[in-house]
């Protein structure tokens, strides 16, 4: 968790890697999440629409940031957190995720934070994107 005096507009935050998924992964996620969608379980079903075989599933990567949020905001400063899906995640596929401070402000004696943030495969392409709001504490 970070203190709102320590922050800058611009800076990026540290960056989360997130080891090559497996198919067990989202199987896992599945039993987790209870969904049991066969796009994210069932290679042959997936094939059958025109995949190239399962896919992570949503919910799984926008997990990877929301790491990332609560690296920076700490357990109880989360205030909001959004996700856009951008490319499919497959098993294999390593996950590097991060984003930027985009603003600082106080509002209602809190210091809150704003930021962006990115998932993307280890060859660059983005995986999904999305936005923090985060309400940090001042040093005292």
């Known amino acids: 968790m970070r203190y709102y005096d320590d922050?800058?507009?611009g800076e990026a935050l540290p960056e989360l890697e997130v080891s090559a998924l497996v198919a067990d992964d989202f199987v896992r996620y599945a039993d987790a999440s209870d969904d049991h969608n066969p796009l994210h379980v069932d290679d042959a079903h997936a094939r059958s629409t025109g995949l190239d075989g399962v896919i992570a599933h949503?919910?799984?990567?926008?997990?990877q940031l929301g790491r990332v949020?609560?690296?920076l905001a700490g357990p109880t400063g989360l205030r909001s957190l959004?996700?856009?899906?951008?490319?499919k995640t497959r098993p294999g596929d390593e996950l590097?995720?991060?984003g930027t401070i985009t603003a600082a402000y106080e509002r209602d004696g809190q210091g809150i934070v704003e930021a962006e943030l990115w998932a993307r495969g280890i060859d660059g392409s983005l995986k999904a994107s999305g936005a923090l709001v985060a309400a940090l504490p001042r040093r005292q």
């Open 69 to 71: 949020a609560v690296e």
């Open 96 to 98: 590097r995720c991060g």
């Open 7 to 9: 922050i800058h507009v």
């Open 82 to 87: 959004s996700t856009r899906f951008r490319d």
């Open 58 to 63: 949503g919910m799984l990567v926008m997990g």
